[in-house]
């Protein structure tokens, strides 16, 4: 088996940890608004998705985790449970998800509470906050393969359709040209009609003519 050169496995890790990285990079650590009035550390990032999409991606994800939460408009709040991917204490964990329609997207924020003051942040948690922001960054590959997969749905329900009014087309097709058929072999049947009509009318003719003339001759005889 030939071995790949030291320098292309190098350089394909570089890649793939720039990539990471980058992803990474595009999660915001800040002030996330859990609350009417409260606000708490969390991370945030931008997807190009509606938020139906992004919902759906949540709960999927939460549900193959095993994670019982409440969903309240796009809040999705975990009170007490382990995320194993966050770390191995108990915590609340919350997702929350706004749409701007106007822009086309939607952000996502998430927030890690050991307590309701203890709140995961790069400075006090930093193993912690590094796994938010790589469960973060795992969700919106997720989000990406579900938006796939809802244009794909959407897609296939408008070939679907199309295919359904093809058929409808095509079968109204065949009915029009069944109805051509019988009217072409109705147009040939009054033809043949017509001259067999043609002949009789110039054997009755004939016949006219052949008994006006004995007629005439019986007459000639008086």
């Known amino acids: 088996m030939k071995m790949l050169p030291i320098r292309l496995i190098l350089f394909t890790w570089a890649v793939l940890c720039m990539s990471v990285a980058t992803a ?14 409260v606000e708490k550390n969390g991370f945030q990032m931008t997807v190009n998705a509606p938020a139906e999409v992004v919902s759906a991606a949540i709960e999927k994800k939460l549900k193959t985790m095993g994670v019982r939460y409440e969903d309240r408009k796009g809040t999705y709040t975990a009170k007490a449970v382990t995320v194993g991917a966050i770390s191995a ?21 998430g927030v890690a509470m050991m307590g309701y003051d203890v ?21 919106r590959e997720d989000i ?26 095509n079968d109204r097709k065949t009915s029009l040209d069944k ?44």
């Open 179 to 222: 109805d051509i058929q019988e009217y072409l072999q109705k147009v040939e049947n009054a033809k043949n009609d017509s001259a067999k009509t043609v002949t009789e009318i110039d054997n009755m003719k004939l016949q006219l003519d052949n008994q006006r003339q004995a007629i005439e001759k019986i007459k000639k005889e008086f």
């Open 89 to 109: 204490k108990v915590i609340d964990f919350i997702l929350i998800a706004n749409e701007n329609r106007k822009a086309k997207t939607t952000t996502v924020s």
């Open 24 to 37: 990474q990079d595009n999660i915001a650590e800040m002030a996330i608004k859990i609350e009417k009035k």
């Open 144 to 169: 990406r393969q579900e938006a796939l997969n809802a244009r794909l749905k959407e897609e296939g329900e408008k070939l679907a359709d199309m295919e359904r009014a093809f058929k409808k087309l």
């Open 119 to 139: 709140v995961v942040n790069s400075r006090d948690f930093p193993t912690e906050s590094q796994n938010m922001r790589t469960f973060l960054t795992a969700l």
